[in-house]
């Protein structure tokens, strides 16, 4: 038996890009498993407090740890690939500008929808939990804490994984497939809903609009922080069934599940994916029509030369 040459073991695995993508992928997630095992093991012996909810010692161990390793995994492929290490989706123009934008837009939609739940009667207010400096400590708690939860999730779903795999079959391919895990990563939250999960589908293609657009990631960044922060300690509703202790306002959900979220909290409302998609929509508009994204490139990090293959 003839066993295949050189050549043909080299048009396996590189391509005119480097290493072909879908090896890229599988190092980089097998980067993510070498360290993410004992990450979630140490994770796992942490514990809810005793009316489980999640306290935010728990939130930012988790994810501090998330984000250490995809840090570790990107930076990895990044010297593999002659690369700086913010080159997949944190380099784009105006970051902070971006960030702050995405926070307003993930505030006010989040806002919209808790005002549909109340309209509708599918949200009850029952008052008020916090007082004092309570109020200003939780809630600069709780926004760095989901700060930390938008740049780990963001980057590990829509970072160098999203860059790459649109560098094989495609961004909006790449973007549905990786939308598709987002989701799936959701399943085992205690009290998710099917509402919830198609919910979590749509924010994850949501994001992506938001990086194709601006070139970056921190404008869903932003988005993915205060939508979170908004739900969870503003308005002290679940976030994809999980409550964190210490929120500001205490409310309950009524009537039927399907339109209060019920255990799932606002993501798990028929209402929630319409105003979340239209939500960005409006964003993105007005960003435009400000010329905020002048200069953004048409996927993160590509150069001109790159650009066609990657919008393919």
Known sequence: MKLPNRATFHWIFRGPDGIRAGWSVCLFI???AIPGVPVRLAVVHYHLTPKGEISPGLLFAAET???ATVFFATAIMARIERRRFWFYGLSGPRPSLHFTIGLAGGLVSMSLLICVLLAGGNLVFDGVALHGLSIAGYGLIWLLGFTLVGMSEEWMFRGYVQYTLARGIGFWPAALVLSLLFAAGHLANPGENALGIVQVLAAGLVFCLLLRASGS????????TAWDW???YLYGTPDSALMMRGHLLITHAAGSPRFSGGTAGPEGSLFATPLLLLGPLVLLFLCRRAGLFAGAEIAPGA??????SLAA
Not at 217 to 223: P, S
Request: hydrophobic letters at 55%.
């Open 30 to 32: 097998l980067l993510l």
């Open 65 to 67: 740890l998330n984000l």
């Open 217 to 224: 990631l921190w404008m869903a960044i932003g988005f993915h």
């Open 230 to 232: 908004s739900q969870s």
């Open 303 to 308: 150069t001109a030369s790159q650009a066609p």
